[in-house]
T-cell receptor, first 110, second 115 residues
């Protein structure tokens, strides 16, 4: 079992839809999490960072952590075509490392 | 502010040729630096990381090597490329997010195609 599991998709939604992206993790140590957005042929950019259970909002994006279920989610409200990208979840892995999910490819069509 | 550079952006190399990819960071000193490879449609595989000059940790046995000759320079090399070395190579540096918890910031990447 991988330490961070993420459904690779692809996920295709119409513009304006609410998008839910999810990851599960197995190791309870170092429970802080990141979401990265990666456009095609670009490096990943840090989108959100969270370490508390519950929700964290930033504009149209909400990161949610459920430590009891070891489940993290990213919600995108009012999705736009410019949100089309691959979204990577990551978890601190200790020893100066991050553990990444495989990434979910999202396509938002007009 | 900190910035990270990688070059070249794209590289096409024949099998058996050598490789040298360079990563430099500006605006920070003594950063932890990382090399990742991302195969098409797949996640990030950590190849090497460095906590200081001359200090390299290898994560997976392979055809590649890394060096850190200067504080803010990280180099990925190979003496003889294999077809399986094709991929998207990303350099990252360790920074800190909220609550001073660590995170990583990525460069623009180098796309390598070995033919």
């Amino acid at each position: 079992q991988k330490e961070v599991e993420q459904d690779p998709g692809p996920l295709s939604v119409p513009e304006g839809a609410i998008v839910s992206l999810n990851c599960t993790y197995s190791n309870s140590a170092f429970q802080y999490f990141m979401w990265y957005r990666q456009y095609s042929r670009k490096g990943p950019e840090l989108l959100m960072y969270t370490y508390s259970s519950g929700n964290k909002e930033d504009g149209r994006f909400t990161a949610q952590v459920d430590k009891s279920s070891k489940y993290i989610s990213l919600f995108i409200r009012d999705s736009q075509p410019s949100d089309s990208a691959t979204y990577l979840c990551a978890k601190a892995g200790g020893y100066n490392k991050l553990i990444f999910g495989a990434g979910t490819r999202l396509a938002v069509h007009p | 502010s900190q910035t990270i550079h990688q070059w070249p952006a794209t590289l096409v190399q024949p099998v058996g040729s050598p490789l040298s990819l360079e990563c430099t960071v500006e605006g920070t000193s003594n950063p932890n630096l990382y090399w990742y490879r991302q195969a098409a449609g797949r996640g990030l595989q950590l190849l090497f990381y460095s906590v200081g000059i001359g200090q390299i940790s290898s994560e997976v046995p392979q055809n590649l090597s890394a060096s850190r000759p200067q504080d803010r320079q990280f180099i990925l090399s190979s003496k003889k490329l294999l077809l399986s070395d094709s991929g998207f190579y990303l350099c990252a540096w360790k920074g800190f997010g909220e609550g001073d918890r660590e995170t990583q910031y990525f460069g623009p990447g180098t796309r390598l195609l070995v033919l």
